[in-house]
Nanobody
């Protein structure tokens, strides 16, 4: 079993910054990709950014240039630095990891609320 625990969400004014963290623990031999998704009320969950074990990153067009994803492989932790936040980015942010433990499985965190006030 694998647990993903997110932290760093909260309330911020428009234009502000937040840094999210997600630590994976449990039965892990390696982690392939790790990523962040978000889901706003009444909307589908969408990819924000992801990163491979080798450090290759991918961003949604809407956040490119403002958000930065990074990871610490030794700590099985992924980060999301969010700058210049906008009210429409208010959502629950979820961490995701593709974990290898004799087979690949995908796990999700419980989500952390990010609220951007105007």
């Amino acid at each position: 079993q694998v647990q993903l625990v997110e932290s760093g969400g909260g309330l911020v004014q428009a234009g502000g910054s937040l840094r999210l963290s997600c630590a994976a623990s449990g039965s892990i031999l390696s982690i392939n990709s790790m990523g962040w998704y978000r889901q706003a009320p009444g909307k589908q969950r969408e990819l924000v950014a992801d990163i491979t074990s080798g450090g290759t990153t991918n961003y949604a067009d809407s956040v490119a240039g403002r958000f930065t994803i990074s990871r610490d492989n030794a700590k099985n932790t992924v980060y999301l630095q969010m700058n210049s936040l906008m009210p429409e980015e208010t959502a629950v942010y979820y961490c995701n990891a593709e974990v290898y433990y004799y087979a690949f499985n995908t796990y999700w965190g419980q989500g952390t609320q990010v609220t951007v006030s105007s």
